[in-house]
């Protein structure tokens, strides 16, 4: 059971250049989102999408853009990368419910420089 | 708006003491709380959750939790700290089913003692 797949685990752009995280779940999971983590700031929410065709805004998502064209990708992609976007991302799938715990990947981590 | 703090962003102890890992929240409606563990460079598990109903939650690994809605507190705690317990912890609330968002706070970074 893969669960939560994130590609790739590590990826150095330069400014200026674009480039798309990918993420696959096999759970069949409605809800899915996206994080990034710095030192000292906890998970900060991009994205997320309640299904197929849905996504909606999150705490920072200036910078970014996701689709969500399938109950199982949900890939963001930045257009033209800044080193404020160095970061380890996480992507996150959950049921639809209140009580539903999440269940992440293992995390891509980007450098910009 | 939801949001949670974590008092102390480390936190050392000796192997087989009290561990005690602070979260306050902040929420217009019952709020749903959870417990989420990171270990180096892999992804955050669910360590211990509350959503309603009896106060004191068990989790994973001997760890516990209870929810204090007079202290809006939901503190994490473990009799005593193994070698393995070494990680980050991070509180998360989310507020209704109508919220699908789960806001996390700032992370803990447990230290154990030899």
Same mark, same amino acid.
């Given at each position: ?7 790739? $685990?590590?990826? #150095? @752009? $330069? #400014? ?19 994080? +990034? ?6 998970? $900060?929410? #991009? ?6 065709? #849905? ?12 689709? +969500? /064209? ?7 992609? @930045?257009?033209?990368?800044?080193? /404020? ?8 799938? /959950?049921?639809? /419910?209140?009580?539903? $715990? ?10 910009? @420089? | ?30 709020? =749903? ?5 990171? =270990? ?8 211990? &959750?509350?959503? *309603? !109903?009896?106060?004191?939650?068990? !989790? ?6 209870? %929810? &204090?809605?007079?202290?809006?507190? %939901?503190?994490?705690? &473990? ?9 980050? =912890? ?10 699908? &968002?789960?806001? %996390? ?5 447990? *230290?154990?003692?030899?």
């Amino acid at each position: 059971n893969a669960g939560v797949t994130q590609t790739p $685990k590590f990826r #150095i @752009l $330069k #400014i200026g250049q674009s480039m798309t995280l990918q993420c696959a779940q096999d759970m069949n999971h409605n809800y899915m989102y996206w994080y +990034r983590q710095d030192p000292g700031m906890g998970l $900060k929410l #991009i994205y997320y999408s309640v299904g197929a065709g #849905i996504t909606d805004k999150g705490e920072v998502p200036n910078g970014y853009n996701v689709s +969500r /064209s399938t109950t199982e990708d949900f890939p963001l992609r @930045l257009e033209l990368a800044a080193p /404020s976007q160095t970061s380890v991302y996480f992507c996150a799938s /959950s049921y639809p /419910s209140r009580e539903a $715990k999440l269940f992440f990947g293992s995390g891509t981590q980007l450098s910009v @420089l | 708006a939801q949001s949670v703090t974590q008092l102390g962003s480390h936190v050392s102890v000796s192997e087989g003491a009290l561990v005690l890992l602070r979260c306050n929240y902040s929420s217009s409606v019952p709020p =749903y709380l959870f417990w989420y563990v990171q =270990y180096p460079n892999q992804g955050l598990q669910l360590l211990l &959750k509350y959503t *309603t !109903g009896a106060t004191l939650v068990k !989790g994973i690994n001997g760890f516990e939790a209870e %929810f &204090k809605k007079s202290e809006t507190s %939901f503190h994490l705690t &473990k009799p005593s700290a193994h070698m393995s317990d070494a990680a980050e =912890y991070f509180c998360a609330v989310r507020e209704d089913f109508g919220n699908e &968002k789960l806001t %996390f706070g700032t992370g803990t970074r447990l *230290t154990i003692i030899p």
